[in-house]
Structures are given as C-alpha cells and as structure tokens.
C-alpha cells in the first residue's frame, strides 16, 4: 500500500478541470437513456475524487509544515481556485437536479444526494464567486495569524498549541500566568482579530442578501447541509440544554471547587484545573500512544483492527507537534487512495488519547464508508460525523487503562463531566453566531457583550472579572470555528448528545452497545441525522427528553462515583 510521503501531488488545472465539466455536464444534459446520464455521473465522481485527493494532498503538507513555500502557494492557489470552480460544479449540479433521471438515481443511490443537492443550490449563485475567495482568505489570515504565535512564558518562546500543559499546570501560579500570557498576546492581537471578524461577518451578510435572505443565518444552515432540522429545533435544543445540563454541569463544577480549595464561582485557570493532582496525563511516548491505540482497535473488533493497520502502517496519522505546524487537529480523506488521514499536534496532555478516539473515530467510519457511491454519501452531515468520534471516546473506556495507568478512574470522571460542561459551552458559541449575525451591523465591542451575556447563562459556574480578554468577553475570538465555519459548533453539541447515549448503553451491555453504534456508521451518509439515531435506536436532542435521561445518568454515575480517590 503506498504511503502519504509517496502519494505524488500535482496541482489540478482550474481550466482543464472547468473544460471537462462543461463537456460532461453537456452529455448528462443530453442523455437519451439513465445508463448514458449514470455513466457521465460516475466520469464526474471519479474527477472530483481526483482534485480532492490533489487539495487535500496540498492542505495537509501545509498544515505539516507552514513555513514549506510550496505548499504554501499550493493551498492559496487551490483556496482560490476552488470559488471559480463552484461555478462548474454548480452548473453540473443544477443539471443533476433537472434530470429526468431522478427516479433512477434515487433508485440507485439513495435519496439523501438530491436533499443535499437542493440545499446546495440555494446556498449558491455565481454572483457570490468573489465574496467566496474573500472570505477564503480572510480565514486563512485568521489561521496564519494564530499559527505565528510567540507566546514569551518563562523565558521560552511557545505556540499556542504548546502552551496548552502549562494552562493545565497543577502549579497554580504557573498555570495562571501562562493563562494570562496566552490571554495577552490575544489582547495584543485584538485589533486585527476584530477587524477580521468584522470583514467575514460583513461578506457573508452581503452573500445571503444575494441569494435573497434577510441576513447569513438561513444561508449559514444551508452551507452546513442542515436537511432534517430548522432553526426553531435548534432553539428547542437550546432550551433543553439550559434547562437540563446547565444545573447538572453547575454541581460538576461546584465539586471540582471544593475539590480543588479555590473560589466558586471558578476563574478561567481554575477551571482548567480538573484535580489538585493534575489532569490525567497518557502514559509513555506518542509511539506507546500509538502503539496503544492499536491495541484498542484490535481487541474491539475486526473491523477497527483492519482499519488502524491501514492507517499506521500507511503513515496516514501526523501526530506529533512542531514548529511551524498548524495547530488544531483533523480527519479528513484522500479518495484516491480510499483512505482516511488524521492531523493533530501530541503535547502531553489526555488529547492526545483523543486524537486516537475521536479523530480516529471519524476516520473509521470513513475508512467503512470508502467504497459507496457517490462520495458524497460517505459521509453524513457534520453533527452525525461527531457522533461516530464522541461516541468512540466513550467506547475505549475499558482500555483507559492502558493509555493512563494508574490514572484511569481520573480520566473516565473527567471525561464524563466534560461532555456535561461542553455541551452549554458549544450551546452558546452556536447562540453567540445567531445573535451575531442577526444583528450585522454590532460594533465588535457589542459582541464582546454579547459574548459577556451568554456566558452568564449558559457558564454560570465561571467569574467574569478575572484574567484579561477572557474576562473582556472576548474569548470566543480563540475559536476557531466561529471565524472559519459559521454554525458549525452545534453539531458538537448535538452529537455529544447522541454519544452519551451511547455510553448509557455501554455501562449496561458494552457489545450491544457496539453493535448499534455500527448499524449507525455502516449507513455513512446515506441518511440524514435523524435517520441515523433512528436507525441505532436513539433519540435525537431536540426534545426536552433526550437530554434529560442522559443527565439524569450520568449524575448518578458522577455521584456514585468514589469522590476520594479523585484529588
Ligand atoms: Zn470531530
């Protein structure tokens, strides 16, 4: 099997590529018969695999290395390319969604392709081409800025990814300066992170008032492919979270203060700070982490086994944090090849355990998916696809102990009362976006108020008045997807949802559990969210209900929990 280092990458030619749709998007339109329209179809699959696998290639070496220049013009150039190229693919879509074939195709390949289709085409027109490479660049500013940190801590230079473990320092004078340096530098940096915000959320006003919306919300739900809910389910959603995880993440935090002998309300390094002990931290090297997430894989079952020999063995995981690397983590797909790839920076922490459960969830249920067609249906909708990466953390419980040792129990409380903690957290980075972009014309200073506001709803557990830019409400400027991808944040949530139910079902029967969570995965992206929980049995969040039973359990699995071994 060839390796990432041996995959060639050569950049796709923007007109040849705009030639060959014209061409093919011609002989759909004028197919006589559903095999002749099926065959320029799949020519079109296999094109779009193709320049995928290309960009792809060229993100994550850029990703890898930022300072690399060619890799650097390569992901600008394709960043820039890929608006002009919309151009193409809407066109060629458009025919898809005239054809007379339709029946046919729905017949063939489900019908989720053609609902997604349809939220596509409204979430585009060729008049917003320019809009679209504006706010292209303006995102990749955003993340060159932050990957050019040079936080000055302790007479070192640091990024912002390795800054994390003193942020977790269990030396409480440690851990809160580095708080207050990380916080500095985006303070430091404020000016330039405002008016970047300021520029994306006036570009993409000016595209939703195109395609005819009163403002970006509607069109933000469309771009991220929302085909089985609306807004008035997210505010359900919304409600329930206030009403039944709000109190339940209160108590989480209420003990961690107690435990911990500091103020309650928690300051922004305390909270940070799960035990006085510290935070569970993976045993061994990254290459014991890996080495141990094949283990996990290979005694869960067949299937994760086949799939994590694939990945190592293929070089598909870059894992280990280095200057000039982007920060953050990622799955993403090279089709091509039909494998996954994981991005991600190891620093010490109990993350890097997830980068072996949640990325690697993501990339397994790809790795299921890789032989479905059409492409577009390996994957669903972005709020299931955290469902198969939360819900795999949860299910490499009984293998805590081989990534933390002796501090396993630490990990699973911390685990669960994270999930309780998140979810309002994610809840009010996904209300904060509404109230943004309902309200266009907010000075950035009223979106720090905004942001101030939110936090006493949604995080009542926190103080406000502590560390600069934190407590300036401005800390949603250091996430990352309020810049990049609007309203993407409430798929974590509502995953999260879904994934604690899969761990209720795990604490009763961890095998049946299992066999659920691969009805749900073996589907990929023939279904729609709702589909998907329906079709492993559960419940989908909007109700008051779904929320409400997780929470109930999993307070008493925190309270039955022996609270003296946690220091
Ligand atoms: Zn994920």
């Known amino acids: 099997m060839i390796k990432f280092s041996q995959m060639p990458y050569a950049r796709p030619d923007l007109d040849k590529t705009k030639a060959f749709y014209a061409e093919e998007t011609e002989c759909f339109r004028n197919a006589k018969t559903f095999e002749e329209a099926d065959e320029a179809f799949l020519k079109v699959q296999e094109e779009e695999k193709h320049y995928s696998t290309m960009a792809t290639i060229a993100q994550i070496r850029h990703d890898i290395d930022s300072t690399d220049a060619f890799y650097d013009e390569e992901a600008r150039e394709l960043a820039k390319a890929r608006p002009m190229l919309r151009e193409s693919t809407h066109a060629w879509e458009q025919a898809l969604l005239a054809s007379p074939f339709r029946k046919d195709f729905e017949k063939k390949y489900g019908e989720v392709m053609f609902l997604n289709l349809e939220l596509e085409a409204r979430s585009f027109s060729p008049e917003i081409v320019s809009d679209m490479q504006e706010e292209s660049l303006l995102c990749i500013e955003y993340s060159n800025l932050l990957a050019s940190a040079q936080i000055e801590f302790e007479g070192s230079t640091y990024t912002l990814a390795q800054m994390t473990p003193f942020k977790q320092s269990k030396d409480d004078a440690q851990r809160r300066s580095a708080w207050i340096a990380e916080g500095a530098w985006y303070t430091a940096n404020g000016e330039k992170l405002d008016e970047i915000y300021d520029k994306l959320v006036a570009i993409r006003t000016r595209m939703a008032k195109k395609l005819g919306f009163d403002n970006y919300i509607p069109l933000g739900y469309l771009r991220m492919q929302r085909n089985c809910y609306d807004q008035k389910d997210v505010e359900a959603f919304r409600a329930s979270v206030r009403e039944n995880?709000?109190?339940?993440?209160?108590?989480?935090?209420?003990?961690?203060?107690?435990?911990?002998?500091?103020?309650?309300?928690?300051?922004?390094?305390?909270?940070?700070?799960?035990y006085r002990s510290g935070n569970a931290r993976p045993v061994g090297t990254a290459d014991d982490i890996l080495a141990n997430g094949r283990k996990f894989y290979h005694e869960l079952s067949p299937e994760t086994a086949e799939f994590i020999d694939v990945m190592l063995d293929g070089e598909l995981m870059d894992v280990v944090a280095k200057k000039g690397k982007v920060g953050g983590g990622y799955c993403t797909s090279l089709p091509d090849y039909k494998v996954p790839f994981i991005f991600s920076n190891f620093n010490g922490t109990q993350g890097d355990v997830e980068v072996i459960t949640h990325e690697a969830g993501h990339a397994f249920a790809g790795y299921m998916a890789r032989n479905i067609v059409p492409t577009e249906c390996q994957w669903p909708s972005l709020e299931s696809c955290e469902i198969h990466s939360m819900s795999m953390e949860f299910f490499a419980w009984p293998w805590a102990g081989d990534f933390f040792g002796d501090q396993q129990d630490k990990f699973r409380y911390k685990h669960l009362s994270d999930a309780l903690t998140f979810i309002p957290y994610g809840t009010m980075v996904d209300h904060f976006q509404h109230e943004v972009y309902a309200h266009p014309e907010y000075t950035p200073e009223q979106r720090h108020d905004i942001w101030r506001d939110l936090l006493k709803v949604y995080m009542p557990w926190m103080r406000r008045d502590d560390i600069p830019f934190y407590g300036d409400g401005k800390g949603w400027q250091r996430q990352h997807h309020i810049y990049e991808s609007p309203f993407y944040y409430i798929d974590y949530c509502l995953a999260q949802s879904v994934a604690l139910q899969f761990w209720a079902l795990t604490q009763e029967d961890h095998a049946a559990a299992w066999k659920r969570y691969m009805d749900l995965v073996k589907l990929a992206g023939t279904r729609t969210f709702r589909q998907l929980t329906d079709a492993a049995g559960l419940e989908t969040p909007f109700g008051p209900e779904a929320l409400r039973k997780v929470a109930a359990k999993a307070k008493e699995w925190l309270e039955g929990f022996d609270a003296g071994k946690l220091q």
């Not at 995880?245 to 002998?261: F, T």
């Open 245 to 274: 995880l709000v109190p339940v993440a209160e108590e989480v935090c209420k003990k961690q203060a107690e435990r911990l002998g500091v103020q309650y309300p928690l300051s922004f390094a305390d909270e940070a700070l799960f």
